[in-house]
Each structure stands twice: as structure tokens, then as C-alpha cells.
């Protein structure tokens, strides 16, 4: 797509100052990450870039420009961009700010660019919003281009994002019950999805979600509910962030209790490093955090994942085991150092593996030879699966011991 637009429709350019002069619709895009420094660490989201791109907006403007928050941003966010924006000294700037959150995923972006199921556009200026909605109304039907006010648009995307990650921490905390109880969670996911008033989507029970939006959005939710005095529904919503961490506990847990109570010295290959299949991002993924589990418990990992380096896999565990002063322990780099390597092949990881770890749910993984990797490893065999991906008759019919989320 870039390439085809490149030139003709599509400009990359560094002449911040000449572009915002020229421009008459301006999207701010930049990053809002979790805030790890003063008031709000942990929780708020850091507005650092949004409001640097705001001023700079308001030097360089000399005519009417429409400025669009596309970043996802606290609610009343555009209260203080239009503030900012206020500061312009040419007499001919004025502004009309709108906002018009993501709603894209990855691995599937440009298919949700395309065919949105809705375009979000909320605003106090209605000549602006008719100009925007006009941009989406070149590829988008109408009735799915949704007008709000400001604020509705800014917390609709906050909300949606606390749903969707609700309901994988839902159906994850039935699943723990499942384990006790022999019910088998896929079958009552699809017992449940079956209704239409609760539908199919976003049940699929897994090791944790991860992602560079569930986590940081919710945590966002959750200070604006303290700073508006709404402590039961801040506690509510962490209540989501809560069951993750739980879940992705639970799994390196059962892990160790199941290859009997130790892991120390033991090779387990970890099939997945992503936090999603069809992508290379690790942002939040619950690799990272069942990975330092095991690592703390002194295995000796072996990952493969199709789309993630050694480096990276090595970055994020250290970010993970990095104290709160922001040291890295010299027992914990030793720890990275000499226990965690790549593989080139799920099969090659798994060669003379205690266990296989599945965390990521690549559709390659589904294809392996399982009768020469079970004669590769240690016997037991163990496999744990993260993500219910394989099929656990199949595999106990070559001999592994299965452990599925979910399933007793
Ligand atoms: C999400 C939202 O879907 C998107 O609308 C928003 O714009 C950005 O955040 P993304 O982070 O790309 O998108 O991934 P998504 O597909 O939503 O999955 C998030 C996490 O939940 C992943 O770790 C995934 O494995 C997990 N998940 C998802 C489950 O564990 N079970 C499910 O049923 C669905």
C-alpha cells in the first residue's frame, strides 16, 4: 500500500514547521505510554508527546487546521490540546480539534483500515466532522461512521478496550474453575457463544492477554475512575489486570508442580514469544512474564518464535527482572545470559526438552512433526499448552502428558 501511494498521495517528510503551515486536517498519532515516573506512575497515561506535538501545532499554524487526537488518550485530553492550541500567536490560526480513536489490531491493520466495523468521530464543530467523516466516506458506508460528542469518543475507545480484555480475563477466570471442577472451558465457550446476546468473539481462554493497549488502557480507566472519586468502579476494572496476572501465574506454576515440583536444570523448549500470533510484538506478552518464572526457578529455556529475535526476547526479560531502582541484578543477567537461547525450529527446540511450553499460538506449531519430536525429548514428555491450540488426543496418542488451559 505505501509503495503504490508513495509519491503521489503518500509524503514522508522531517520539515515539521512547512508541513503543519501547508496542512489543513493534522492527526496527532504519537505514543501514549503508561506514565513510569511521578504522579500517576504506573497508571496514567503519559501525555508528554501529545502535548509537545499540540505546541508545535500552535507555533507554526497561520490559517484554520483541524487537529485530530488519534492517539488514545484520557478523557477530556482534548480540553487541554485546545488550551495549548489557544497559545497561537498568528492572528490567522484558529482551530476545530476532534477526536477519532484507533480501533485497528495488529496483525490484521490493514484489513481493519479497509473494512472497519465503525469510525469513531467526536467533536463540537460539525463543519470539522462532516470534513472528516467526507476523508472516511471515500471507502467506509456511511451508517458506520459513527458522530459523538468529544469526550464519548475519548472514553468509547478506553471502553472498548476494557470489554475486550474483560472478557478474556472472564472466560480465563472460569477456566481455573474448569481445571477443578473437569469441565472443559472450550466446550463451555462455545456453549456460552452460542448466544447470540453474548456472541462468539473474544472467548478463546488462554495464558493472559498481552499487547501494547489491553493493559496500559484499563490502568488509564482506572486512574481516571480515582481522580473523578469513583474508587468501586476504579476497583472494578483492575479487577481485569488482576485475573491476567493470575492466569499467567497460575500457568508457569502449574508447570513446575506438574514436572514434579522442580524445573531447575531442565530444558523446556518455549514454542511462541509474541503476544499474538501474525506479529512480531511482545509488548505485555505473557511469554515474558511465564518465561521469568521459569528462568527464576533456574530452567534452561529454549524459545522459538518465528518473529522474535534472541535479542529482543533477552530485552524483555531483563526489563522484566529490572528492580525498581532500575538495576538489573548481577544474579538475574548471569540468569538471562547462560539460561535462555533460540532455536531455529519448534522441532529443534524441543530436542532433549523436560517439556514444550506453548505461549504463542502460530498456526506452525499445528504442523509439527509430533511423533519425532516426542522420540526427541526426556520422558516424561510434557507439553503445556498456553493456548489450547494442539489437539490433546492426537498428541497423548503419541505419548506426550498434555496440559491445556482449561481442561482438568
Ligand atoms: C487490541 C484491540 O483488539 C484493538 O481494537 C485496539 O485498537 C488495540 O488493542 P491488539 O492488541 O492488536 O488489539 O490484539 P487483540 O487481537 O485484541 O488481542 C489482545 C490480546 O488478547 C492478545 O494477547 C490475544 O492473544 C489475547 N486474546 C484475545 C485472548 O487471549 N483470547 C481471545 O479470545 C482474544
Redesign the pocket.
Known amino acids: 500500500m505505501v509503495k503504490e501511494a508513495r509519491g503521489r498521495n503518500l509524503f514522508f517528510t522531517t520539515e515539521v514547521a512547512a508541513t503543519i503551515e501547508s496542512s489543513n486536517v493534522i492527526f496527532i498519532s504519537v505514543n501514549t505510554p503508561t506514565k513510569t515516573f511521578g504522579i500517576g506512575a504506573g497508571r496514567a497515561a503519559n501525555l508528554e508527546f501529545v502535548e509537545k506535538c499540540a505546541r508545535q501545532i500552535a507555533q507554526n499554524s497561520n490559517s484554520h487546521k483541524i487537529v485530530v487526537e488519534k492517539s488514545t488518550l484520557p478523557v477530556r485530553t482534548a480540553e487541554a490540546v485546545k488550551r495549548i492550541l489557544k497559545s497561537a500567536t498568528n492572528p490567522n490560526a484558529s482551530f476545530s480539534v476532534l477526536s477519532n480513536p484507533?480501533?485497528?489490531?495488529?496483525?490484521t491493520a490493514i484489513k481493519d483500515l479497509l473494512n472497519p466495523d465503525r469510525v469513531l468521530i467526536g467533536g463540537e464543530c460539525s463543519e470539522a466532522i462532516e470534513q472528516l467523516a467526507g476523508i472516511y466516506g471515500r471507502w467506509v458506508e456511511p451508517e458506520r461512521i459513527l458522530r459523538t460528542n468529544l469526550w464519548s469518543s475519548e472514553l468509547s475507545k478506553l471502553t472498548?478496550?476494557a470489554f475486550?480484555?474483560q472478557?478474556?480475563s472472564s472466560?480465563n477466570a472460569i477456566s481455573a474453575l474448569c481445571e477443578a471442577t473437569g469441565a472443559d472451558i472450550d466446550e463451555v465457550a462455545n456453549a456460552i457463544g452460542t448466544d447470540s446476546r453474548i456472541g462468539p468473539?473474544?472467548?478463546?481462554?488462554?495464558v493472559?492477554?498481552?499487547?501494547?493497549?489491553?493493559q496500559k488502557d484499563i490502568l488509564n480507566l482506572v486512574y481516571l475512575c480515582e481522580h473523578f472519586g469513583l474508587h468501586e468502579v476504579a476497583k472494578y476494572w483492575e479487577q481485569v489486570i488482576v485475573m491476567n496476572d493470575y492466569q499467567k501465574r497460575r500457568f508457569s506454576t502449574r508447570i513446575v508442580t506438574t514436572m514434579f515440583n522442580t524445573v531447575s536444570d531442565k530444558k523446556i523448549a518455549v514454542w511462541g514469544f509474541a503476544?499474538?500470533k501474525d506479529t512480531n510484538d511482545t509488548r505485555e506478552?505473557?511469554a515474558i512474564y511465564v518465561c521469568r518464572d521459569l528462568l527464576e526457578e533456574r530452567a534452561k529455556l529454549t524459545i522459538y518464535d518465528p518473529q522474535v529475535s534472541l535479542d529482543k526476547i533477552k530485552h524483555d526479560l531483563a526489563a522484566l527482572m529490572t528492580n525498581g531502582s532500575g538495576e538489573l541484578s548481577e544474579n538475574n543477567r548471569k540468569l538471562i545470559e547462560s539460561n535462555v537461547q533460540v532455536a531455529d525450529s519448534a522441532e529443534s527446540a524441543a530436542l532433549g526438552a523436560h517439556a514444550i511450553v506453548v505461549l504463542t499460538?502460530w498456526d506452525e506449531f499445528t504442523t509439527s512433526d509430533f511423533a519425532s519430536v516426542y522420540q526427541s525429548m526426556r520422558k516424561p514428555a510434557f507439553l503445556f499448552d498456553g493456548r489450547n491450540l494442539l489437539d490433546r488426543k492426537i498428541l497423548a496418542g503419541f505419548g506426550f502428558e498434555v496440559h491445556s488451559i482449561g481442561k482438568s
Not at 468473539?201 to 488462554?206: A, C, D, N, P, V
Request: aromatic content about 16%; proline content about 0%.
Open positions: 484507533e480501533f485497528l489490531a495488529e496483525g472498548a478496550n475486550l480484555a472478557r478474556v472466560i468473539k473474544f472467548l478463546k481462554s488462554s493472559g492477554f498481552g499487547g501494547s493497549c489491553f503476544f499474538k506478552s505473557a499460538e
